[in-house]
């Protein structure tokens, strides 16, 4: 199903925040992503954060980040890292494996506006949970269902598709679904 033009309500955004969830939110974020998001939750890889859209004090969205894919070709040649290079600092970068904007009336903007002050906080947020900054966002589209525009307006750069493969453990299986790989630079 592709993005569907719907009413969409103006809205003030300037209250529009973007928190990580609080230790006693985990249950609740983790159940409307399990009951919303079209992929519903796995385990999200390596180090994470979950984060709570809210406005007006109401939740309208949730977030989730986790270790970047260790591989991905198109990123890789966009960055122009060596492998070895590569290896070394694959943990600078973070995937949004989740963002969902929680059933209610659409808001005009409001994606675009979440994704912009998620990023603006997320290098500071990993830097002070994980120990180390994040210079590059990542994301994967599944054109098939979503055209990627709130990414894109937020100035999400698409770097290409992927090969239609899915990694466990070692192995790499064929799947066939491409997605579009969008990233953000978050420093130079």
Avoid at 44 to 72: F, I, N
Avoid at 111 to 140: C, M, Y
Wanted: aromatic content about 10%; glycine content about 10%.
């Amino acid at each position: 199903m592709k993005d569907v033009p719907s009413q969409s309500a103006a809205m003030d955004l300037s209250a529009v925040r973007v928190r990580l969830i609080e230790p006693g939110e985990r249950a609740r974020w983790e159940a409307l992503m399990r009951a919303h998001h079209y992929l519903g939750l796995s385990a999200m890889v390596g180090r994470s954060l979950r984060y709570v859209g809210e406005l007006d004090g109401q939740w309208v969205a949730l977030l989730g980040w986790a270790s970047a894919a260790l591989k991905c070709a198109p990123r890789d040649g966009w960055i122009g890292w060596s492998p070895a290079l590569q290896w070394q600092r694959i943990g600078l970068l973070a995937n949004n494996t989740r963002f969902l904007l929680l059933p209610g009336p659409r808001v005009a903007n409001l994606a675009s506006k979440l994704l912009g002050a998620n990023v603006a906080r997320l290098s500071a947020d990993w830097q002070a949970i994980h120990g180390q900054p994040v210079l590059l966002a990542e994301t994967f589209v599944d054109p098939s269902r979503f055209a990627g525009t709130c990414y894109r307006a937020a100035n999400w750069i698409d770097v290409g598709a992927t090969g239609g493969f899915a990694k466990s453990n070692t192995t790499y299986t064929e799947h066939g679904q491409r997605k579009r790989i969008l990233v953000y630079p978050l420093h130079r």
